[in-house]
């Protein structure tokens, strides 16, 4: 194939992908005038933000914080399974049962006693390199929430200031959100009446966790707090669907396969979890930061 022939294919490619380009912004166009039409409310606003999240690459953003955030919750479960190993039934309770009682944190709170039960004696070391782990991979996800911060709102990077602080807050958060999945999640075994009454109110606290971290986070300079709540309720709303998701679906999965993949079911449900809880995450930044450019 001569140089002609491949600068005529690679001319091809380039024309195709304009067209492509161009279908998917007619998509958008049709979409917001459907919206309009109806007077669908935030549905225009909702579209913005999908199209600026295709562009961005948000699905690969959603996928580097997830992978930060598994290696510490490992490391979470170390320091956990080490220092406080008597939290976890020490029964060989089944996988699906620490899925149904306690969701994902105890998935990975079991998985990890387990670890340390089969392993050597020197919790202490553990208990260490858990905790120096933790510091280390929370601040992986601390610059992974601010890349994606900086993409959605499309501000210039900048530099972090007191990295160890940051990191010991997002663990606090974090750990946080786990304790308010734990003891949701044990009333509602308890008490499903009340449950449903607690579910809803772990959408409000999830959502002030999420509004919290928001004002943290890099932003455009004019914003208030106030125009951070979109997001912020959309990540209250989508952490407690997909807790109840792992717990009530995921779970009964898991029961119903084989044993072969119950060795893999933590791994499973564990980064299934991590990344929807991302993605959720990220896309709550690229709402806030579509409707404070609308706004504007």
Do not use: C
């Not at 990890?112 to 004696?121: D, F």
């Not at 997002?170 to 009333?187: D, E, P, Y």
């Amino acid at each position: 194939m001569g140089a002609w022939d491949g600068w005529q294919i690679g001319y091809g490619d380039q024309l195709l992908e304009k067209a492509r380009d161009r279908a998917r912004v007619a998509r958008a166009v049709e979409a917001r005038a459907v919206a309009r039409a109806h007077r669908l409310p935030w549905a225009a606003e909702v579209v913005d933000s999908l199209e600026s999240e295709r562009r961005s690459g948000a699905g690969l953003l959603a996928g580097g914080l997830a992978y930060r955030l598994f290696f510490w919750l490992v490391s979470f479960g170390l320091v956990v399974a080490a220092g406080a190993s008597f939290w976890v039934r020490s029964s060989r309770g089944s996988l699906v049962d620490s899925a149904k009682s306690f969701g994902l944190s105890g998935v990975a709170a079991r998985s990890a006693a387990s670890a340390v039960s089969e392993g050597s004696h020197g919790r202490w070391y553990l208990l260490v390199a858990g905790v120096v782990l933790l510091l280390y991979f929370g601040l992986g996800a601390v610059r992974a929430l601010r890349v994606a911060a900086f993409i959605a709102w499309r501000t210039s990077p900048t530099r972090l200031r007191r990295p160890v602080r940051s990191s010991a807050a997002f663990t606090g958060v974090f750990v946080l959100g786990l304790a308010v999945t734990l003891f949701s999640s044990w009333v509602r075994h308890e008490s499903p009446a009340l449950g449903a009454v607690l579910t809803a109110a772990t959408v409000v606290v999830f959502s002030a966790l999420a509004l919290f971290v928001f004002t943290l986070l890099p932003r455009a300079p004019d914003t208030t707090a106030r125009s951070l709540v979109p997001g912020a309720l959309v990540v209250g709303g989508g952490v407690t669907a997909i807790h109840l998701f792992i717990t009530y679906y995921l779970a009964g999965k898991l029961e119903r396969s084989p044993k072969l993949y119950g060795a893999l079911g933590a791994s499973t449900v564990v980064l299934l979890g991590l990344f929807l809880i991302a993605r959720v995450v990220v896309s709550a930044m690229f709402l806030n930061g579509t409707l404070h450019r609308r706004r504007s």
